[in-house]
Nanobody
């Protein structure tokens, strides 16, 4: 069983930055990818970014491309999401997820383990 814990959320003004981190309870486990998703009130959970583990390929939603960066910190055993130029529409609960099997790197249903989420609020 893998437990994921997100940290780094908070309140920031539009144009500001935040850095989210996701740590896993198990230091080494075989995984296909790690991803970040978000869910705004009244909306479905949506893909934000993913990191394919074996070759470090990254994928981004069009809405965050050029502003967000997903990365892996091997020493700290974390996956991070650097968010710059934040907009009010980025306001959501952000979730970290782990994919152990095969599937679409952008699909919610492909990820087997999820964190509890961290709130990001961007004020205008």
């Amino acid at each position: 069983q893998v437990q994921l814990v997100e940290s780094g959320g908070g309140l920031v003004q539009a144009g500001g930055s935040l850095r989210l981190s996701c740590s896993a309870s198990v230091r080494t486990f075989s995984r296909t990818a790690m991803g970040w998703f978000r869910q705004a009130p009244g909306k479905e959970r949506e893909f934000v970014a993913s990191f394919r583990w074996n070759d470090a390929m990254t994928y981004y939603a069009n809405s965050v491309k050029g502003r967000f960066t997903i990365s892996r910190d091997t020493a700290r055993n974390t996956v991070n999401l650097q968010m710059n130029s934040l907009k009010p529409e980025d306001t959501a609960v952000y979730y970290c997820a782990a994919m152990l099997g095969m599937g679409s790197l952008v699909g919610v249903s492909s990820y087997e383990y999820w964190g509890q989420g961290t709130q990001v609020t961007v004020s205008s």
